[in-house]
């Protein structure tokens, strides 16, 4: 079966703008989370989405958001980027939510410069 | 506050050579533990979980980890690397209010290289 897809794949933008970022997700999958991973930072939980709402949320600003289509799909927002926003952004889908059974796209490289 | 400390950034290895990373985990409650790998340019694949029984867990392509709750340790082992094994590692723990509403919490990574 089809794995997570992840588009666009790399994306430049400049500081102030926003970008919008989306994940669909297998077939039958109804979690979608977000992670951003940077060489800093490493990997960090931003948000997941189950059945359209959000049910989790890390510790990051307000200025990234998202949201679950009812097929499952899902968009992740930045606005007003900052340099510090260029990182790999991976989503992860799975049945039930949470962390049982994830399974990883390959992920959006974002470049702000 | 749950963390994963992974001690070595980078760990090289000669191929047909023994491997063991390094994992080690803070957290309250029993851990739900977990080895993801990424190669360049792809996503995270897991290799192994482990959420309570048996302590040493085996996962896919020949890697295996112990739990050890008196080191809150969750070591990685294979005992013969290949070249196609070099890529990046992480640790992770499970966190939040069970695991249909948690998230992972990852430890920093450590990079494998494999010498011909």
């Known amino acids: 079966k089809a794995g997570v897809t992840q588009t666009p794949r790399y994306l430049i933008k400049t500081r102030g703008q926003q970008v919008t970022l989306s994940c669909s997700p297998i077939s039958g999958h109804r979690s979608v989370s977000w992670y951003q991973q940077t060489p800093g930072q490493g990997l960090q939980f931003l948000f997941e989405y189950f059945s359209e709402t959000q049910r989790n949320k890390g510790n990051f600003p307000g200025r990234f958001s998202g949201r679950q289509f009812s097929n499952s799909r899902s968009e992740m927002n930045v606005s007003t980027l900052e340099l510090g926003d260029s990182a790999l952004y991976l989503c992860?889908?799975?049945?039930?939510?949470?962390?049982?059974?994830?399974?990883f796209g390959p992920g959006t490289r974002l470049t702000v410069t | 506050a749950q963390s994963v400390t992974q001690p070595d950034i980078h760990i090289t290895v000669s191929e047909g050579a023994s491997l063991e990373l390094r994992c080690n985990y803070s957290?309250?409650?029993?851990?739900?533990l977990f080895w993801y790998v990424q190669s360049p340019g792809q996503g995270l694949q897991l290799l192994l979980k482990?959420?309570?029984?048996?302590?040493l867990v085996q996962g896919i392509k020949g890697f295996e980890a112990e739990f050890k709750r008196s080191q809150s340790s969750f070591n990685l082992r294979k005992p013969s690397v290949h070249w196609s094994d070099a890529a990046e590692y992480f640790c992770?723990?499970?966190?939040?209010?069970?695991?249909?509403?948690?998230?992972?919490?990852f430890g920093k990574g450590t990079k494998l290289s494999v010498k011909p």
């Open positions: 957290y309250g409650a029993t851990p739900y």
């Open positions: 992860a889908t799975s049945r039930t939510g949470g962390f049982y059974e994830q399974y």
């Open positions: 992770a723990v499970g966190a939040g209010n069970g695991g249909s509403q948690g998230n992972l919490i």
């Open positions: 482990y959420f309570s029984g048996d302590t």
